[in-house]
């Protein structure tokens, strides 16, 4: 937001710097980012002086040219080549000195030196009135008046606007400082704690008065919670034109162009007060009524910028009794604005609806200067003051008469907020006690009345203008940032309390995977919990119906919130891939939402996408793709450092995959893992396989709690490995070897590895060969050769007899 501090000026009457005002508005919590000084003629007419005209002659090498000699106040005349047909000898005209820059209409800067022109040298140049900026004449050079004298700057000729303007990080809830007279009002407060007392100078409207009667519009306001305040006033007579040059500036310094003086008086009066108003043509209005209402989804809608707009139903409209014409409160319509051939105006000022503005404007991609304001909350008691002040300065710009008396529709005034303020409790929450008597001027300078008074606190009325002040802590913050942050002294004592966490607090197991995973190669991704509806076509498992939809979605591809987060981190893949980064393995904890008839769920996720090689290709070892298995440890690896460690196995039930397995300890499924289907990648145009592992993170968190951690100390003695290789049928699997070698030998036996598998050439068909180690141990003494004998003799036999394997 731009301010200017001339502007200001107007309601403060302050003598302080600007550099000192935007250190106070910073403070006061209108942060200034910046100051951009303005001057109404670029340049400020630096380096020009009056000069006048001794001689002049024609130029000897060109027809067109006159060689000059002028007195610009210097010891000697200085010669100047001039073009201008009108220079004349005796002449007051400006002259731009040698090293002066002036600069185009377009505001590309050019600097004045001395040369010659065909043979004659000039030391300056003769200024004509677009020259120096001062307006688009190009005739002849600009004469001055005789009277003035000769040497004199320019820059105290000519009325010059010079101006610093803040460019202010307004905050959302700072709805009461969109103006220049909200922000004067704040700096006012501030000023008061530096013991500067100002006078808040608010222009007059007592001029205000009924002309005639003979222009009336009558208004219907169709839907009060929408618009719940509307006021209006016709003016005749009016001659569309120019605006007068100090109007001009003061637009201008805040980066608004001037379009005429019936709207230039509107916008003014919009940054001046912070309230909107809008002017519609009053021969335009069809049947001399207004009806502020909504109209049927669909209809279509010219706005000012000649973009046809399709109305949501939703849409505050302000119609007369055929047409829409403005959307109330955003952007006006092409077809009822003011022009130049319009004399009577109908003139708006309003308080609407601020949810229902904003939904309006987002829809419709708009954000115009009076959307700004209405969606965050205007003052509704200044509307008809605001009024009032637009009708008298379109008057004093444009001529005409108030030919109705106003219209104003404010059925249910909007109270001011009652609060009460516990002085222990503010001294509690800033850490200081403030003097009351300093509590009591801060709040009556912030225009917050003081109701009543006790020993314990304040009774308090809160004024509409200030609707982000509506609870204790929000007034006590207002206290405080008017009486100074950095008034309140920093205590010499640090006091702090040591909490009692648990070790299984959820984001400190989370440190400890996402640190194993990171050390495999695997990159974290946080992906956006808002997804398509679209994707619960794609699973069986996920229905339509669970899903949880947004009131007011940015869009449908962000419309309801994830029922998996699969999907989601397909999508990140898809996007890498298509940079050509096709090895991938990334890793996200994240939520599901479900919505189960009247009841919402939501559950916590930790999500594995591998795809691609296991690492990158080097010299030494080949790339090697990422397979099932490469998952399945990754996963298991995870439990393990969880000390999950007992869990049963189960071909998968999730129809996401066309190869899976389930982990699950009793009931509770603890991971789903495999081959995500082709049907699926294809949806995201991902042509190479993707392995994908969802975790169950909350019924994770809870075994993890019950979890019992028993240490031994390491076994003093050797173990001992000794290897089968075990010829074996085809549907003969480790987990059956490894099981019944555990029922044989439950105490000696510490592990059981395959680590080799052969099937093909010189086996008999549907066999396969098996190289199974075995690792054996007593921890109370070293196992002897007799011993080792009889357990493998054990093993051997169970194998034969209960698998029908044979030792090769």
């Known amino acids: 937001m731009k301010i200017s501090y001339n502007w200001i000026k107007q309601f ?12 106070l508005l910073t403070d006061l919590g209108l942060e200034v980012e910046g100051i951009e000084a303005y001057q109404s003629v670029k340049g400020g007419l630096e380096g020009v002086v009056v000069g006048e005209v001794l001689t002049c002659v024609k130029h000897p090498n060109a027809d067109k040219l006159k060689v000059t000699t002028v007195n610009i106040g210097l010891e000697t005349p200085i010669q100047i080549v001039c073009g ?66 000769v040497g004199t700057l320019a820059a105290d000729i000519f009325d010059i606007e010079n101006d610093q303007v803040f460019e202010i990080g307004l905050t959302p809830n700072r709805a009461d400082a969109m103006s220049h007279f909200g922000t004067a009002r704040d700096l006012k407060a501030g000023l008061v704690q530096k013991d500067i007392n100002l006078e808040l100078i608010t222009p007059s409207v007592s001029a205000f008065h009924v002309d005639s009667r ?71 209005i069809s049947g001399n009524k207004i009806e502020v209402k909504t109209l049927e989804a669909g209809t279509k809608f010219v706005t000012l910028d000649g973009v046809e707009r399709e109305l949501h139903e939703d849409d505050l409209m302000i119609c007369d009794e055929e047409k829409p014409m403005c959307i109330a409160g955003v952007f006006g319509g092409i077809n009822s604005g003011v022009t130049e051939t319009t004399t009577s105006i109908f003139l708006e000022s309003a308080y609407f609806n601020p949810v229902s503005i904003r939904k309006t404007a987002k829809r419709h991609a708009l954000n115009t200067d009076a959307s700004f304001r209405f969606e965050r909350g205007i003052d509704p008691n200044i509307t008809g003051y605001a009024l009032k002040r637009a009708a008298l300065l379109i008057q004093e710009l444009a001529g005409g008469e108030i030919t109705s008396d106003i219209i104003d529709f404010y059925p249910n005034k909007i109270k001011d907020f009652e609060v009460r303020l516990s002085f222990e409790n503010a001294e509690k929450l800033i850490g200081e006690e403030i003097p009351k008597e300093t509590i009591k001027q801060i709040l009556s300078s912030l225009d917050i009345k003081v109701n009543n008074v006790t020993e314990t606190g304040l009774g308090l009325t809160v004024p509409a203008f200030r609707n982000d002040v509506n609870r204790e802590a929000d007034v006590i913050e207002e206290i405080l940032r008017v009486y100074g942050y950095n008034n309140i002294k920093t205590t010499e004592k640090l006091n702090a309390s040591i909490s009692s ?184 145009d991902i042509s190479q396989e993707v392995l994908f592992a969802d975790f169950n993170w909350d019924a994770i968190l809870e075994i993890i709690k019950r979890n019992k951690i028993t240490f031994k100390t390491i076994a003093k003695y050797p173990a001992v490995k000794r290897d089968f290789a075990l010829l074996l049928d085809d549907n003969v699997s480790f987990e059956s070897i490894y099981k019944l070698a555990k029922q044989s030998e439950k105490q000696l036996l510490k592990s059981v590895n395959l680590f080799d598998v052969y099937q093909g050439k010189n086996l008999p068909q549907g066999k396969k060969s098996y190289a199974v180690s075995f690792t054996l141990q007593d921890e109370n003494k070293t196992l002897n050769d007799k011993q080792i004998d009889k357990i493998m003799s054990k093993l051997q036999s169970s194998f034969e007899t209960q698998l029908g394997a044979e030792l090769r």
Not at 12 to 23: G, I, M, V
């Open 501 to 684: 966490t648990s070790r299984f607090e959820d984001y400190k197991i989370q440190n400890v995977i996402g640190n194993q995973l990171a050390s495999q190669g695997f990159f974290e991704i946080l992906s956006n919990s808002l997804t398509t509806p679209n994707y619960a076509a794609l699973s069986e498992q996920l229905k339509e119906e669970h899903n949880i939809s947004m009131l007011n979605p940015l869009s449908n591809d962000l419309s309801v919130l994830r029922q998996s987060v699969l999907f989601s981190g397909l999508e990140a893949l898809s996007f890498n891939i298509n940079r050509k980064r096709a090895d991938l393995k990334l890793f996200e904890f994240g939520k599901t939402y479900h919505g189960y008839n009247d009841k919402r769920e939501e559950f916590k996720h930790l999500g594995l996408f591998v795809t691609g090689n296991q690492s990158q290709e080097n010299w030494l070892s080949p790339s090697k793709k990422s397979d099932f298995f490469y998952l399945k440890g990754t996963i298991t690896t995870i439990l393990e450092r969880l000390g999950v460690s007992r869990f049963n196995e189960s071909p998968t039930g999730n129809d996401l995959f066309s190869e899976g397995l389930s982990f699950n300890q009793g009931k509770t499924k603890l991971v789903d893992f495999g081959i995500i289907k082709n049907s699926i990648l294809k949806h995201f």
């Open 214 to 284: 003979i222009l009336k519009i009558d208004v219907d306001v169709k839907d009060k919670d929408l618009a719940p305040r509307y006021c209006g006033v016709t003016i005749s007579g009016l001659k569309v034109k120019e605006s007068p040059a100090w109007l001009q500036h003061r637009l201008k310094a805040i980066g608004l162009s001037p379009i005429n003086n019936i709207v230039d008086a509107t916008n003014y009066v919009l940054h001046d007060l912070g309230q909107p108003l809008h002017a519609f043509d009053a021969v335009k």
């Open 84 to 149: 201008a047909p009108n220079v004349a000898a005796g002449q007051k005209v400006p002259v731009a000195t040698i090293g002066t820059t002036l600069y185009t209409e377009e505001g590309e800067a050019w600097t004045i030196k001395k040369g010659k022109i065909r043979g004659e040298e000039s030391h300056g140049m003769i200024c004509a009135e677009d020259e120096l900026g001062l307006g688009k004449s190009h005739d002849g050079i600009l004469v001055l008046d005789d009277a003035i004298k």
């Open 12 to 23: 403060l009457k302050t003598d302080w710097t600007p550099e000192q005002t935007s250190e």
